[in-house]
């Protein structure tokens, strides 16, 4: 079990990772109130997006416009015409009348005439303004009202964006006073009349009840705000819709009788300007162009609507969850967003990925955006931008691991195939794609003389330590000669050089990179000696001609190769090598141009599998941009006061032959020999010929193997020159020591 959660674990380890921490990244980010204007924005979108409410027919509005201004005939409203208005509205007998006007100096003529009504009517409710300093931003009420206690407050709450969502049911002034909000009155006015008073909840921060319906007191991190003023009585205005949703009629019909003498009957009217010259007006949610503000006293109409729909009609208030269950919100949507990118990354190629955590989070977003929308419409105010934002960043931060698990793939991909394949294959819309096409291309081969010999006397971890110390240094000169290496074959390393990009001096960048290699050999053999190990040669052989190169194998397992005779024939002239030379075809030295290569000699030979004799060319050196030359050391034989007895063998190709032959070493160099064949001429081997030699001597380990190559080097009848390319450290230590008791 536990090991299955391990597993579990392991296998998740993206989403364990990702989504806490981009969800307390977004958490925090909200906390700063960044989010804020686009929550609210994604809000107010909600609220027009939600279908048409029916018009609340328990409220009326008597809007004051400009037409209304030419009707009275005067720049201002006499006190006069408020109370002809008045006395109209109140013989139609409504629930409650609001005066959305400030009205606490005479305006005459009149004005006797409107003090005796603000008297004597009871359902009449004036307003005030108690916000803000006491000369200049606070407006008094009628006097005759406030002293009925007939006023109530119609402060407003501006957010930040100038928008109004909140309400203001109560409210204190600097003072410490108290006092109801004017829709609040006019509610509880309508509200008597059907028997529902508001009750305080016990239990609560004295929240109100309405009937059965509790108005949650705004908090100051309720919904998408941060850090709001929640100071009085405030709750989200739930508006029913846009401008004029109420129904609402001039004053000039109330005043000529254009209405019905029951319009107003049991109703709510307030009485407010509602003309663009006023300038009482506001931005809501629904407010998108400049001849959408809502009036002031539309807006208190929405209040009032809200508060007597909610007790009556059950028309949901708007309501948040707490803050721990809205982070929560936020981290499963981080959850949903790292799960999906996580479970996708095993696509088998970078389009399908992409195209699937498109849908995916196309879809996501779909279902986020419906069912805080389905939400909102139950009345329910569901944070939409910070599990957006954490679903999205948990899909970038595992599809930027996913790109970046890609690149360390890459680069471990690299390190087995060159840069220009991994391209090829990754990026190329056909690069995967079993086949080839012909090309002609330069090919260099190199080979190790006596490496096999050495890693049969070291463990295999110190064999690893050389064979890798000595490819890693091959490896950054090929890369620099910009050399595809398509394979490491044990000790040796196939170059392409023009596959899969050609160049125009493939050739010649081989040559140059075959020298540099040989260059390389004398830091190589540092560190070799530094082990405390015998120096290592290498052989190298560049040919030129026609292949078919790409995707080689099957579709579970493929490989990017060379297939053709002129890869073999490379490797035939690489056979051809001693250690430190460099031999090429014919076709190499004419396309990197002969004036260009300096050619130490030439020998016409017949390589197994060929009809024809050809020409190869042993390499000192290349000229132009790259200059580069091999160090030629002298060879110098000395003749032995003792002759070394032994038998020799010759080699084909990997085989060991069946015939011993007798022979001696007549003169010594520090890298190779002259030897008699004691059986004559018909045991000479031809030139260029691998031979095995084991000395004859009474210890053990004086008569181990050696391997070398019979030189070009001209000689007498039944004598052959060799180059030792494999000897034994006890043999080795015991030739070099008769090699300089000859010299001295």
Excluded at 235 to 264: A, K
Excluded at 482 to 498: A, P, R, S
Excluded at 627 to 656: D, P, R
Excluded at 664 to 685: C, Q, R, T
């Amino acid at each position: 079990m536990w090991a299955a959660c391990k597993r579990l674990l392991w296998d998740w380890r993206g989403v364990w990772i990702t989504t806490p921490s981009v969800a307390a990244i977004v958490i925090l980010l909200r906390l700063t109130g960044i989010l804020e204007s686009l929550e609210w924005s994604v809000y107010d979108q909600y609220m027009r997006l939600r279908p048409v409410e029916p018009t609340d027919e328990r409220i009326a509005i008597v809007g004051l416009d400009e037409a209304d201004m030419k009707y009275i005939g005067q720049g201002y409203v006499p006190d006069g015409v408020y109370a002809d208005l008045l006395r109209k509205l109140i013989a139609m007998q409504p629930r409650a009348i609001g005066l959305d006007i400030y009205r606490d100096l005479p305006y005459e003529p009149g004005h006797e005439e409107l003090v005796e009504i603000f008297k004597s009517t009871p359902n009449l409710v004036g307003v005030e303004k108690v916000i803000g300093d006491q000369l200049r931003q606070r407006v008094s009420p009628p006097p005759q009202l406030k002293a009925k206690g007939q006023t109530g407050a119609n402060d407003l709450i501006l957010d930040e964006d100038n928008t109004i969502r909140r309400a203001l049911l109560v409210q204190r002034n600097q003072d410490g006073q108290t006092y109801y909000s004017f829709p609040l009155y006019l509610a509880m006015l309508y509200l008597q009349a059907e028997g529902i008073s508001p009750q305080v909840v016990e239990g609560t921060d004295n929240w109100w009840k309405f009937g059965d319906v509790l108005f949650s007191r705004f908090q100051t991190n309720d919904g998408g705000y941060v850090g709001a003023d929640a100071g009085g009585y405030q709750v989200f205005l739930n508006y029913r819709g846009p401008i004029s949703t109420f129904e609402t009629v001039p004053y000039r019909d109330i005043l000529e009788g254009q209405v019905p003498p029951d319009w107003g009957r049991d109703r709510i009217i307030l009485i407010g300007s509602v003309g663009e010259s006023f300038q009482d007006l506001f931005v809501s949610p629904y407010t998108l162009l400049a001849n959408e503000r809502i009036p002031g006293v539309e807006i208190h109409a929405n209040i009032t609507s809200q508060i007597i729909s909610a007790a009556l009609d059950d028309r949901p208030l708007i309501k948040t969850a707490s803050e721990l269950i809205e982070w929560q919100w936020i981290l499963i949507w981080s959850a949903i967003g790292a799960s999906l990118t996580w479970k996708l990354r095993s696509a088998r190629d970078v389009k399908r990925f992409l195209l699937r955590e498109v849908g995916f989070f196309v879809l996501a977003t779909g279902v986020l955006f419906l069912t805080t929308y389905l939400g909102f419409l139950q009345g329910w105010w569901i944070p939409i931008i910070p599990p957006f934002l954490a679903m999205s960043g948990s899909a970038i931060a595992i599809t930027a691991y996913v790109a970046r698990s890609a690149a360390e793939i890459r680069k471990t991909f690299g390190r087995y195939l060159s840069d220009e394949i991994v391209s090829t294959l990754l990026e190329s819309p056909t690069g995967l794609q079993l086949g080839g096409e012909r090309r002609r291309i330069t090919i260099l081969t190199s080979d190790l003389r006596g490496f096999t010999a050495l890693s049969e006397r070291l463990s295999p971890e110190e064999v690893i330590k050389v064979l890798n110390f000595y490819l890693s240094k091959m490896a950054d000169v090929i890369t620099q000669y910009k050399g595809t290496i398509d394979e490491f074959m044990g000790d040796g390393i196939l170059v392409l050089f023009g596959a899969p990009t050609p160049r125009p001096d493939d050739a010649k960048r081989a040559i140059a990179c075959a020298v540099s290699m040989q260059l390389a050999m004398v830091e190589v053999n540092k560190q070799i000696e530094a082990w405390d190990l015998n120096p290592l040669e290498m052989g190298i052989g560049i040919n030129t001609g026609e292949v078919v190169v790409g995707n080689l194998g099957s579709e579970k397992r493929s490989k990017y190769g060379v297939v053709g005779s002129q890869v073999n024939l490379t490797y035939r002239i690489e056979s051809y090598t001693t250690g430190g030379q460099i031999i090429i075809s014919g076709t190499t030295l004419k396309e990197a141009g002969e004036d260009l290569i300096e050619i130490e000699n030439q020998k016409l030979v017949q390589p197994k599998g060929v009809k024809r004799p050809i020409t190869i060319y042993e390499v000192g050196g290349i000229r132009d941009q790259y200059n580069l030359f091999l160090h030629k050391e002298e060879e110098i034989f000395y003749s032995l006061s003792e002759s070394i007895l032994l038998n020799y063998t010759i080699l084909e190709g990997k085989h060991v032959g069946e015939n011993l032959f007798p022979g001696v070493i007549l003169e010594l160099s520090n890298k190779g020999a002259l030897i008699l064949a004691e059986e004559g001429s018909e045991s000479l081997p031809t030139m260029l010929t691998n031979i095995k030699l084991n000395l004859k001597s009474e210890l053990p380990e004086m008569r181990e193997d050696i391997y070398a190559k019979v030189s070009e080097k001209p000689a007498e009848n039944e004598k052959f020159y060799i180059r030792f390319t494999s000897k034994p450290p006890a043999v080795e230590a015991k030739l070099d020591e008769i090699y300089k008791l000859c010299s001295q």
